[in-house]
């Protein structure tokens, strides 16, 4: 195998799949990339078995052949080298020769064979949306996963098409988080569980920049994310979701709008005293115009006053102050609705016009 | 006690004496910061006995007292307030009431007379240096401080005054970092030891900025810094520093001039072969105009070369890495000079002209 390529052609591709790289395993070569050299194509490949991701790259390529080599060396080796032309020569005894301007590494490396392909997935019929769109409706859901795996369908996230939407769906237990987007042309209906890792990763790959596109392929096991020049594997979680749009309910006896950063910043406050003690929750008190947080725990008192416009009934509530500062910090509306039926029902946040995102969080019980 | 303070004034004054506030203690008052309103003044005060910072803060002054806060709510109170003026109180129970636009905390404090206060220092006969001099100075050798306590005097620096040139060394046992600048004015002869930990929270709080300067106090006992609107007070380390300046050997058998940054790039990369094992050094060969650095380690190989400018005799050496990046580093000139007498006795760096930095670095031996 002899290939050349750029040095930052090499890194990119390197930091790409080093997402799929497992950092601890007792399997020595699935902390390998594995770097696969055809006629015409560069490929590096990362794949932990649950999530994989390749990478092509543009390559000088002078004769084929393929290598698993260690990430953590490899990827610290490439980082450091000058801004030149890399080379890239294997022999028959697996070892890597790299050279780039006046630098040599000769360093070991394992048979292609060990290394575990990804599946293979036919392509057909993708689902098109803008890689920033979705980029945002994984940052603005994945926060509410379960972390704990007691029940481990939660610690991904529904997407699921319907009636032409796509919606992004995280549940942990005490609070729900949808984001929905109309797609802009007709597909099937879809309903698939995606492990909130390989989302973590995706969303860190996906670029902010309005015009690209991913195209994501389902199967029964599988979804595959093709994007820029890279591709992404990962398998499904298995399981029932929790039917989640039963428990949103349209219904309110008290309805608030309020400016976003203010009340997340007298949350953020009011989370300082409260934090403590997971018993002492921050109190919402809804009086004609004014909504006032507060908590009392041993650190002290915090007290905070907000402008609001109310429909409905008066009003005390309390909450965990993490799931509400969470949600208010993704969302991008300056005013906000919040809506409320009792001070044991859920309180839900949601977009006015067009239920572009809903969030849906318990209250805790006020003694 | 009651000052009025804007937000920004109030956070800048509690993140410097934060500085000095200890995080694992068990005596409760270290934890605290200590506020103290005078007729005229409104200070800040932080110590953990080894260190004490004291911040100047302008304020309105309504009402004088004193009180210790526990510093870690106090700041984060203090951080998330918004940017406002800030009402600060506190009554007969040592319970302090801060308000800030719609936002009240009450939070317990503790009384002032529990506060262990700054040793007091008679401030006469300064030295008077520029900050970003002193940052520089202090940057540019705090790294090579023994982290060890095994002799606590090599844990702080050595601040010299000689011959009107102020000399800041540090020694851990494998190495030796000088740096020396020449005085403006006329000042008496001085050698103290500054702890480590004092002088990385000034490098801190100093100015980059040209102009500014700094004042400092030297006692038997402790040293003051006063500079922008902050006194730090340290104490010294006390105990015999190694006479430094009678290793640097003026002799060579080998002298090479090398551009800073191709070598400084090639020992990373070098490093990255040999750092997994102690025994592995980088290797030296200087042969004409090359110089060759490599490393052969389980990891694999690494050959750099690098064009030099040598005078004197061919030479094979070793060193650990590291002592050479972390010099190598912190020089700003572009072209360096190392000289060497042989393999089996120190690399000195310094500077050619001014002799304003010296570095000195003992070799590993080879097999």
């Known amino acids: 195998m002899h290939v050349i390529c750029q040095k930052d052609e090499l890194l990119t ?5 080093l997402k799929a790289v497992s950092t601890r395993t007792t399997l020595p070569i699935l902390q390998c990339i594995l770097l696969d050299v055809y006629e015409d194509e560069f490929k590096l490949i990362g794949n932990d078995l649950e999530l994989g991701i390749e990478s092509n790259l543009k390559a000088t390529i002078i004769k084929p052949g393929s290598i698993a080599i260690d990430a953590r ?5 490439v980082k450091k080298l000058p801004n030149s032309e890399v080379h890239i020569k294997v022999d028959e005894h697996q070892l890597m020769n790299i050279t780039c301007e006046k630098s040599e ?8 064979n060990e290394f575990i392909q990804l599946p293979q997935i036919t392509k057909k019929n993708p689902l098109v949306i803008k890689q920033s ?3 945002e409706m994984i940052h603005q859901t994945i926060f509410s996963i379960a972390i704990e795996e007691i029940r481990p369908i939660l610690t991904g996230e529904l997407f699921e098409i319907k009636n032409n939407n796509l919606n992004i769906v995280s549940v942990d237990g005490y609070r729900v988080s949808i984001r929905q987007k109309e797609l802009a042309k007709q597909f099937e209906d ?13 969303q860190k790959i996906l670029d902010s920049d309005e015009e690209n596109e991913v195209a994501i392929y389902f199967t029964d096991k599988h979804v595959l994310f093709e994007m820029n020049s890279s591709i992404i594997v990962s398998r499904l979680l298995e399981g029932d979701f929790p039917k989640y749009d039963q428990i949103f309910s349209t219904d309110y006896e008290t309805l608030i709008k309020v400016d976003r950063k203010s009340i997340l910043s007298s949350i953020e406050r009011a989370a300082l ?6 018993k002492s929750p921050v109190k919402f008190q809804i009086e004609n115009s004014l909504l006032t947080i507060s908590s009392n725990t041993d ?11 109310k429909e409905g009934n008066e009003l005390e509530i309390a909450f965990n102050p993490k799931y509400l500062i969470d949600a208010l910090r993704v ?20 977009d006015p016009i067009k239920e572009s995102y809903k969030y849906l969080i318990l209250p805790i019980r006020l003694n």
Chains 1, 2 share one sequence.
């Open 299 to 309: 650190l002290g008192k915090v007290h905070e006053e907000i402008d609001i416009k």
């Open 73 to 77: 060396i490899f990827s610290e080796i």
């Open 331 to 350: 969302i991008e509306d300056n005013e906000i609705q919040l809506i409320f039926t009792s001070s044991l029902n859920p309180c839900i946040i949601k």
């Open 273 to 278: 005293i409260a934090r403590e003690s997971k």
């Open 13 to 17: 591709g390197v930091n790409t799949v």
């Open 133 to 135: 769109i979705l980029k």
């Open 105 to 112: 590494f000769n360093i070991p490396g394992q048979s292609s």
């Open 190 to 202: 879809i309903t698939v569980i995606i492990p909130g890792k390989t989302l973590a990763e995706i």
